[in-house]
């Protein structure tokens, strides 16, 4: 994939493709990485949830261009998410974001519903389950502060933070 990146992609922007890509900071030059830090956008070299929740939905977008039933996409989905954390490197952020998308995929498969709070339980068990070391790590504990810090931030703009009577909530 490395290789293909660097043969397609034009005027020697491959190490910056692969490093947005697949997050191969290291073929991108010191001037390059120092100008992306400066603006502000280095994080963007490190895969993150951010990366696996576009690919995602990209994915799930295609899949409905080319017709394909939802239970399909959601095969392509998360299969597709799974190969491409374990390209990426699966670090933290990575699995967090994909043991998400694997668990919507799953209660979707079963017509259930997701709640957000479930989900990053189910993520953050996993991932301990896999390397309890990790569990002191500021980094993986901050990932997982941050998306769920977003998520109800973005709650309270919607305005869906406001409780409905226990039959609106059945119909939505």
Avoid: K
């Amino acid at each position: 994939i490395d290789r293909s990146i660097h043969r397609y992609v034009p005027l020697g922007q491959g190490p910056l493709a692969a490093a947005l890509v697949f997050g191969q900071r290291q073929q991108v030059d010191w001037d390059a990485q120092q100008q992306l830090l400066s603006t502000g956008t280095l994080h963007m070299l490190a895969i993150s949830g951010m990366h696996i929740a576009l690919v995602a939905g990209s994915l799930w977008i295609l899949c409905w261009v080319i017709g394909l039933r939802p239970r399909q996409s959601l095969v392509v989905v998360a299969s597709s998410i799974a190969l491409y954390a374990l390209i990426a490197g699966a670090n933290p952020p990575v699995l967090r974001a994909m043991f998400v998308v694997l668990a919507v995929c799953v209660a979707r498969w079963r017509g259930r519903r997701t709640g957000l709070a479930n989900l990053l339980a189910f993520s953050g068990l996993t991932i301990l389950a896999m390397r309890s070391s990790w569990i002191g790590n500021v980094g993986v504990q901050l990932s997982f502060l941050a998306v769920a810090t977003s998520a109800l931030f973005a709650r309270g703009i919607s305005g869906r933070d406001q409780r409905a009577d226990a039959l609106a909530a059945v119909i939505e």
